[in-house]
């Protein structure tokens, strides 16, 4: 189902990297829908430094962002892009050449690429090759919604909601969104919320089932087991009651039930270690709540990450998990890097530089190819995995991880 965004912008001109990644993270996990990070200076080093931020950005945020770059040329957007970008603002008063949005468009779709424009633009006259456009500094009123749909365009505000009120932007049927630097330091799912109550169709975090249906104990209460929704792990498990569970879908955080005090207790209330909720979800019988979560540091108050440290048995077992299979490949791959042994052959790779790592990545796609052509595809799977053993060196090489790469494919589904 459609609903209206709430899409706070973080100005990133002349502002220090750190400032940018935590303002992010502090949106990300307040309820904002997305983020839209802009910086439109024209002077190569700064532009290359705010890529850098937002590539950092992307590695510490769950939510999609938007970034507004100068555009000079094509390649401009691309890097863009390869910051983890979802979509990419163009700002028409300062774009060169219209070439470069429609190349940028043909490249990356109608729906990636943005263009903001001014209010006082006839923006609505204007065939514009691309699905959205960010519109400012405007006056609400029958005009401006008149304009909005002639333009047959989606349409997102940008607003610092000093003159204009947000319930009335996001009631204009052309509105797909709201971006502002409003919300800073405030809680937007509350904000959200009270949206919600005034009949605008916005994402705020509700329960399907009713908590009266759940089977509870004696005391009213439910287990709850958390797990981290990256890797799966399993982090801890609490105990909810009606309050504490309707306390987690208003805040966004775990907050679970202490048997032991008799009260409420919002997970990293005072160690700072959060859980932010990314999916509720209820077992067959109605008995046990699985909650994936974003854990900051550790989920145990021993300081371990996760509460179920202590191993009692194990039978000796192949781990055939992809995602831990190649995390710890890779994670082999960057001690060695970091400390090299000798005799070691990524360390023989790492010492020969990127041009022998370059070589040995096209000769392993080589292979690959002529196993294929094979009937049997035993060979095939050995070639594969020597291609992504090396694939990998050249990750560590050049300063990627799997989450990058992951990231980068979620971005494309």
């Excluded at 507004?68 to 691309?78: I, N, P, W």
């Excluded at 194990?314 to 995602?323: G, V």
């Excluded at 831990?324 to 042994?341: C, G, S, W, Y």
């Amino acid at each position: 189902m459609s609903y209206k965004k709430i899409i706070p912008f973080i100005n990133g001109e002349n502002e220090l990297a750190a400032n940018i990644i935590k303002q992010a993270q502090q949106y990300c996990f307040a309820g904002a829908d997305e983020l839209f990070l802009y910086n439109y200076s024209k002077i190569e080093g700064e532009r290359e430094e705010f890529l850098a931020t937002l590539k950092e950005v992307g590695r510490k945020i769950d939510i999609p962002f938007m970034a507004g770059m100068y555009a000079g040329r094509f390649e401009d957007v691309k890097k863009a892009f390869y910051t983890g970008a979802d979509r990419v603002v163009i700002k028409y008063e300062i774009c060169p050449n219209e070439n470069i949005i429609k190349e940028a468009v043909g490249r990356f779709g109608s729906d990636k690429i943005l263009i903001e424009v001014d209010e006082e633009l006839s923006y609505e006259k204007i065939a514009f090759p691309v699905d959205t456009l960010l519109l400012k500094h405007v006056d609400t009123g029958e005009p401006l919604n008149k304009k909005l749909l002639s333009c047959g365009k989606n349409v997102i505000i940008r607003d610092s909601l000093l003159r204009n009120d947000l319930e009335d932007l996001l009631r204009l049927p052309a509105v797909s969104g709201v971006a502002t630097n409003y919300f800073e330091n405030k809680d937007l799912f509350k904000i959200k919320r009270k949206m919600k109550e005034a009949g605008v169709e916005v994402n705020v975090f509700e329960t399907s089932i009713p908590f009266s249906e759940f089977k509870t104990d004696e005391r009213g209460l439910i287990p709850c087991i958390a797990q981290d929704y990256r890797t799966g792990e399993v982090l801890m498990m609490a105990y909810m009651n009606e309050e504490s569970y309707q306390a987690t879908c208003e805040t966004g955080k775990m907050t679970y039930y202490s048997r032991s005090r008799e009260q409420l207790w919002c997970k990293g209330e005072t160690s700072g270690h959060y859980q932010y909720v990314m999916e509720l979800a209820l077992d067959c019988d109605n008995d046990t709540i699985l909650a994936k979560v974003h854990q900051v540091g550790a989920a145990c108050h021993t300081g371990e990450r996760s509460c179920f440290f202590k191993e009692l048995a194990k039978k000796d077992y192949n781990d055939t998990n992809p995602l831990t299979i190649l995390e710890e490949d890779f994670k082999t791959i960057l001690e060695r890097k970091q400390n090299p042994k000798e005799g070691s052959y990524t360390n023989y790779l790492f010492t020969k530089g990127l041009d022998k790592i370059l070589k040995k990545c096209g000769e392993e796609a080589s292979e690959i190819i002529i196993a294929a052509k094979n009937p049997e595809a035993e060979e095939l799977k050995y070639e594969i995995a020597d291609f992504l053993y090396h694939m990998m060196v050249l990750m560590a090489e050049c300063g990627l991880t799997w989450e990058d790469v992951i990231k980068e494919l979620a971005n494309r589904r």
